[in-house]
Every structure is written in C-alpha cells, then in structure tokens.
C-alpha cells in the first residue's frame, strides 16, 4: 500500500556531489520520522541522516558538515544532499520512513515503518 522509491545515485568523484530523492506514494495519511541509512559491503546498516516532520535533524559523525537532509512534505519526499563525497561513503544507500497509513473515510491507521529498494552510490578516488 506504501512504496518509498529512491532515485540519484550514481558514481562520482571523490571530492563531487550527488543529491539522493525518495518520494513516499500509496495509502498515507502522515509522515513522522524520514532517514536514510547506508550500507557498505561487509557492514552493517548505518543511520546516516533523519528529519522529523517538524523539519528536526540528525546526522551521523561522519557525514556532518558534508551531507544535508530535507523533505518536502508537500511531495511527501525526503532528500540527501550529499557533497564532499569521500570513498568511504560508497554504500547503498536507503530510504527509510515511519509512515501512518489512511484508513477508509480518511482515518488514520497504523503507524508502520517502510524501506526504498536502495540506490547504489560509487565513489572513486
């Protein structure tokens, strides 16, 4: 009923930029907590960014000052703004969002989490 798709992963240089989108579509009534996570070959999956729907930010220590998160909750999309890229960055990365559903008679439902199908990001140094 729910589907997050990913888009804007790519490969780039060391040093370059990509900006990561995930639109949220389906059954919803509201969006709470949007993040991306990443995951690198042989790691385990890593929270790298989350937006509350007030607009409130986390970031993980490693991508501070780098990387920017943001959603338009108009379009019921979250974004990454990725730059200085490093090749340690290089993971796929995740679209992830607690997300309460719409009921019949726009009620609310349940609040549920939902996963994107993940976006490959390549760095090369």
């Known amino acids: 009923q729910v589907q997050l798709v990913e888009s804007g992963g790519g490969l780039v240089q060391s040093g ?3 900006r990561l989108s995930c639109v949220a579509s389906g059954s919803i009534f509201s969006i709470n907590f949007m993040g991306w996570y ?4 042989g790691k385990e999956r890593e929270l790298v960014a989350g ?4 607009g409130s930010t986390t970031y993980a220590d490693s991508v501070k000052g780098r990387f920017t998160i943001s959603r338009d909750n108009a379009k019921n999309t979250v ?3 990725m730059n200085s890229l490093k090749p340690e960055d290089m993971a796929v990365y995740y ?3 607690w997300i309460r559903n ?3 008679l726009g009620s609310q439902g349940t609040l549920n ?3 994107g199908q ?3 990001v390549t760095v090369s140094s």
């Not at 990443?38 to 070959?41: E, L």
């Not at 937006?51 to 007030?54: E, G, K, P």
């Open 16 to 18: 370059g930029s990509l």
């Open 38 to 41: 990443r995951q690198a070959p």
């Open 51 to 54: 937006i509350t729907s007030a």
């Open 79 to 81: 974004y990454l703004q």
């Open 95 to 97: 679209c992830n969002a």
């Open 102 to 104: 719409l009921r019949g």
């Open 113 to 115: 989490n939902y996963w």
């Open 118 to 120: 993940g976006t490959q």
